[in-house]
């Protein structure tokens, strides 16, 4: 069986007075998935739990997102997150930021290459 790509789906979300990194991270991850109703496991007879998702989340402060937050949005499959560098901390005149949170939702399959034996 081999790993493949099969959707890729992209999501920002914000956290607009409680500098949160978990929750911009989560809402990105929210409105990536809210962007479609995968049925690509069923067109190849898996049930959906075969789903590998891979999620990539970029902010400013990587180390401020927890990641197993974030992972239980999705709704099946095997699911990881990871934090990267990336999105925008916006100054706000009041000081703080308003924390924008870059979201990337692969999903994968595994499986058997056509005209495999």
Excluded at 46 to 65: C, F, H, N, T, Y
Excluded at 69 to 81: C, M, N, T
């Amino acid at each position: 069986m081999a790993k493949k790509r099969m959707v890729m789906e992209l999501g920002m979300g914000s956290s607009l007075r409680q500098q949160d990194y978990t929750r911009a991270a989560c809402r990105a991850v929210e409105d990536a998935l809210w962007h479609n109703s995968l049925s690509i496991a069923d067109a190849f007879g898996l049930d959906r739990s075969a789903m590998i998702i891979e999620v990539e989340i970029g902010v400013q402060q990587p180390e401020k997102v927890d990641t197993d937050k974030v992972a239980a949005i999705l709704p099946y499959g095997q699911g990881s997150v990871r934090a990267v560098h990336g999105g925008l901390d916006v100054p706000k005149p009041d000081g703080g930021v308003t924390v924008i949170a870059n979201a990337a939702v692969v999903v994968y399959l595994n499986l058997e290459p056509a005209g495999a034996a």
